[in-house]
């Protein structure tokens, strides 16, 4: 497993690309990106990535179908929920489904980056 790499899931082009500007600033490398349920299963079933940073409005489904589907398959993997639809409900649901984080894109960039320094080893600062 590539315990450097970040997996993006997050249907919007726009913070897709604000998060892999922000990550590969920051040193982490960005190992995939999916827009969608079908397309993330796709790629983890045939690849992994050290963190994995999850929506959950997506428009084949949400977050929250993935994170079932990946439960037992999770390894190393730290997963993070980071979505506009912060609630406690989002975070409990999103943490009982196997998320180890959840952050709200609006206000939490900060919080996001200190986890994926801490999950991240071979990050290189």
């Known amino acids: 497993m590539n315990t450097k790499a970040v997996f993006i899931v997050d249907d919007s082009p ?3 690309g604000q ?7 920051e040193q982490f490398s960005v190992a995939g990106v ?5 397309s993330a299963k796709e790629w983890l079933s045939l690849n992994s ?11 084949d489904g949400s977050g929250f179908d ?3 589907w990946y439960e037992g398959k999770k390894q190393d993997t730290t997963l993070i929920v ?5 609630s406690e409900m989002i975070r409990e ?3 009982l489904l196997g998320a180890d984080y959840v952050f709200d894109k609006s206000d939490d960039v900060t919080g996001l980056l200190s986890i994926l320094e801490k999950h991240t080893s071979g990050h290189t600062r």
């Open 14 to 16: 726009e913070i897709i």
């Open 19 to 25: 998060l892999i500007r922000l990550l590969e600033r």
């Open 34 to 38: 999916a827009g969608d349920v079908k």
């Open 49 to 59: 990535a050290g963190c994995i940073i999850l929506d959950i409005g997506l428009p």
């Open 66 to 68: 993935l994170l079932e």
């Open 82 to 86: 980071f979505t506009n639809y912060y």
């Open 93 to 95: 649901k999103s943490l």
